[in-house]
Structure formats: structure tokens, C-alpha cells
């Protein structure tokens, strides 16, 4: 089992350009969340869903947005890209019994 | 307000010494308390989980307790390696009726010298 995966690694956008961060998993959990970790801080929630056609926003939600067709992925969507939003990202699923967060590799971010 | 507060943020030792990373939390209601490694670079990994009926709970070199009348825990690390240089995150998850979303703590990084 592949787990969470997160594409692309690395990406480096100009200011006011718009991308997508792919996220897939293969662990048929519900819960999916995408958080952003800007250098030497904690993780912030971004936007999170709770199950398909189910999304809601977290903490930081401004100049995202995401979308939840299906189990399996929950790709978020940056548009007309800041400087504000150079961070890693990382996408997470939360197993429903046990509530333990299964994280992808993260996607480094970077806006010039 | 629900909150996790880790100390100390910083902590430098060296190899082979014993360390201990401390987590108080105000989340209620009270379902979980998990800690989380995160290398440098890569995406947090569950260390080891703490329910409200479990004090001491040991995983190799890690143990973790838990005091949920205090709404205390800790991470202690024995002999410590180079690879455990790191961030420890606590997370805290709420009950039957709580949020889906697990509570934060930013992490206290751990530098292990030679």
C-alpha cells in the first residue's frame, strides 16, 4: 500500500499563477486534511473533509480551495498565488478507529 | 478553548543522554493523545497513542505518559541516537461528540549531538 500521496515535491510558482496539490490515498479513510507549515512553526489546517462531496475549512483557509469527489482524493487548489503561501504542505488521512493521522511526504511550495 | 502547549521548544543533548518533552492540553472532551516524529523534511509519524485509562505506555526507547487529571504528558527518550534529532509533536483528539479535527501542539525540537 502506497499510504498517502502527495504530488508534485517540490514546486516553484511565479506570483498570481494558480496550481493544484494532488492528493491520493489507498487507505479508504474518510477523514482527509491538507496543512500548510511555514519554517520552524507547527502545523496549520488548511481545509479538511469528513467523507466524499464533504469539505470544510479550517484554520487558514484564504486563497485555497478544495474539492472531495472521492475517497481517495482531495486535491487542493491555490489560486492567483502570494508569497504568504510559500510553506511545505502536507495532506493527511485520520484512520476512523484508531484516530491515528497518516501523512504524505509534503509538497514544498515556493512563490516568487 | 481547546489548546496544546509543548515545552521546552528547543533542546539540544547529547548522544546516549535521557531527555524528556513535556504536553499540557485543555482539550474537552478528552478521547486521545497521540506524539508524533517528524524528520526533518518529511511528514509526521505516530510515535505512540495515550487513551484516558492508560498512564505509561512504552514503544523501544520512547515512553509516554499520561496524567488526565492534570491534563499532563510527556515523552521521555532513553539513550538518546542521532536519529532521534527531530520535532515531537502532540496531538490531542477530542471525544464522542468533539471535532473532527485533532488539536496541535507546535513541537519542541530535539537536536542530538555526538
Known amino acids: 500500500n502506497a499510504g498517502v500521496t502527495q504530488t508534485p515535491k517540490f514546486r516553484i510558482l511565479k506570483i498570481g499563477q494558480s496550481m493544484t496539490l494532488q492528493c491520493t490515498q489507498d487507505?479508504?479513510?474518510?477523514?482527509m486534511y491538507w496543512y500548510r507549515q511555514d519554517p520552524g512553526m507547527g502545523l496549520k489546517l488548511i481545509y479538511y473533509?469528513?467523507?466524499?462531496?464533504?469539505?470544510d475549512k479550517g484554520e487558514v483557509p484564504n486563497g485555497y480551495n478544495v474539492s472531495r469527489s472521492t475517497t481517495e482524493d482531495f486535491p487542493l487548489r491555490l489560486e492567483l498565488a502570494a508569497p504568504s503561501q510559500t510553506s511545505v504542505y502536507f495532506c493527511a488521512t485520520k484512520a476512523g478507529e484508531t484516530g491515528e493521522l497518516f501523512f504524505g511526504e509534503g509538497s514544498r511550495l515556493t512563490v516568487l | 478553548k481547546n489548546q496544546v502547549e509543548q515545552s521546552p521548544q528547543s533542546l539540544i543533548i547529547l548522544e546516549g543522554k535521557n531527555c524528556t518533552l513535556q504536553?499540557?492540553?485543555?482539550?474537552?472532551?478528552?478521547?486521545?493523545l497521540r506524539w508524533y516524529k517528524q524528520d526533518t523534511g518529511r511528514g509526521p509519524v505516530s510515535l505512540t497513542i495515550?487513551?484516558?485509562?492508560?498512564n505509561t505506555k512504552s514503544n523501544g526507547r520512547y515512553t509516554a505518559t499520561l496524567d488526565a487529571d492534570t491534563k499532563q504528558s510527556s515523552l521521555h527518550i532513553t539513550a538518546s541516537q542521532l536519529s532521534d534529532s527531530a520535532s515531537y509533536i502532540c496531538?490531542?483528539?477530542?471525544?464522542?461528540?468533539?471535532?473532527?479535527?485533532?488539536?496541535f501542539g507546535r513541537g519542541t525540537s530535539l537536536i542530538v549531538h555526538p
Open positions: 473533509s469528513v467523507g466524499a462531496g464533504i469539505t
Open positions: 495515550m487513551t484516558f485509562s492508560e
Open positions: 504536553c499540557n492540553y485543555t482539550v474537552s472532551p478528552f478521547s486521545n
Open positions: 487507505m479508504n479513510h474518510n477523514y
Open positions: 496531538v490531542v483528539s477530542r471525544g464522542s461528540g468533539g471535532s473532527y479535527i485533532p488539536t
